[in-house]
C-alpha cells in the first residue's frame, strides 16, 4: 500500500512504521511531513519519492531492497536526510532537475540534516546527481576505508560535467572509544617483608612431634638462668619426702656441672643433707 503524503497546511508525522510491497512506498507531494524511524523496504519504484517542491525531514529511517532508488528526489524537492542506511537498492538516493537533498553539511546547524547515513551496498551508484545543483552529502559512511574510494561510489560531476558535484568530504570519523586503564592486583606481602613474622622462631618436626629450634646462642643463657634458680629450688625441696626429692635432683644432676645427692633425714629435724 502506498503513503501519498499531500500538501497539508500541517506537518504530517509518520513514526516507527514499516512501509513495503507498494509502488512507491512513501510519496512526498508538495509536503513536509517528519519521518522518522521505521523500515520501507521491498517497494517496487522507491521507498520515499519526494515530488513537487516537498521538503520532509527524514531521520533514523530503514531504506533497503527498493526496486529503483531508497529515496528518489525530483521536481525541485529538498529532502533533509539524517542517520539513514540507505543500502540494496538499485540507487542509493538520485536526484532530478532542480531538486536538492541535503545529506549532510558542516559546518552543523539546527536546521541543516548533520549526515550521519549510512549509504552503501546499493547496486549502481549510491548517491546519483542528475541535476546541475550541487549536492551536500558530508559526514556520511560510504562503506569504504579510503576517502578516496568515495568517488567510485558516486555519479556527479566528474563523471559528466553537466551535473553537479555531490560534496562528501568529510566523511564521518566515529569517535574513539576510550578504554579504562586496567586494574592491577597488588601482590601479597612475603613472610620476610612482614615484620610480625620475621621474628618468629622457626620450628622443625621430631618423632616427639613439633618442637622449636633453639639457636646456638641461647644454650648459655637458659643454662645460667636454671643456674641460677638453683637455691631457691633446693631450698624448697628440703621440706620435700625424700622418695620425690630424688627424682628430682637426677633431673637436676642432668643439667648441673656437679651431681646432686641427698642423706637421709636428721632425726629431729626433717631436714636432709644435700652435697
Request: proline fraction near 10%.
Amino acid at each position: 500500500m502506498e503513503l501519498p503524503l499531500k500538501i497539508s497546511m500541517t506537518k504530517s508525522v509518520l513514526q516507527n512504521c514499516i512501509v513495503e510491497y507498494a509502488y512507491k512506498g512513501i510519496t512526498c507531494y508538495g509536503s513536509s511531513p517528519i519521518i522518522s524511524g521505521g523500515e520501507v523496504r521491498y517497494n517496487h519504484n522507491a521507498g520515499i519519492s519526494c515530488e513537487v517542491k516537498a521538503a520532509p525531514v527524514i531521520t533514523n529511517v530503514f531504506l533497503m531492497g527498493n526496486g529503483f532508488a531508497g529515496i528518489n528526489c525530483e521536481l525541485a524537492s529538498a529532502p533533509i536526510i539524517s542517520a539513514c542506511t540507505i543500502s540494496e537498492n538499485i540507487y542509493g538516493v538520485i536526484i532530478f532537475s532542480k531538486s536538492v537533498p541535503d545529506l549532510g553539511t558542516i559546518p552543523l546547524d539546527g536546521k541543516k540534516s548533520k549526515g550521519e547515513n549510512r549509504i552503501t551496498n546499493n547496486f549502481e551508484f549510491d548517491v546519483y546527481n542528475h541535476s546541475n545543483n550541487p549536492v551536500n552529502a558530508q559526514n556520511n559512511i560510504w562503506g569504504v576505508t579510503n576517502p578516496r574510494e568515495v568517488s567510485r561510489v558516486i555519479y556527479d560531476k566528474a563523471d559528466n560535467p553537466s551535473y553537479g558535484e555531490v560534496i562528501y568530504a568529510p566523511v564521518f570519523t566515529p569517535p574513539a572509544v576510550i578504554q579504562p586503564p586496567p586494574i592491577i592486583a597488588a601482590a601479597a606481602p612475603k613472610a620476610a617483608d612482614n615484620p610480625t613474622e620475621s621474628n618468629a622462631t622457626p620450628v622443625t618436626e621430631s618423632s616427639s612431634g613439633t618442637i622449636p629450634e633453639v639457636s646456638d646462642e641461647s644454650v648459655p643463657a637458659a643454662a645460667q638462668t636454671v643456674q641460677d634458680s638453683f637455691p631457691q629450688l633446693l631450698t624448697s625441696l628440703t621440706s620435700s619426702p625424700s622418695p620425690v626429692v630424688e627424682p628430682v635432683l637426677n633431673e637436676i644432676s642432668s643439667i648441673s656441672d656437679e651431681p646432686l645427692s641427698v642423706e637421709p633425714k636428721r632425726p629431729g629435724t626433717g631436714v636432709g643433707k644435700f652435697s
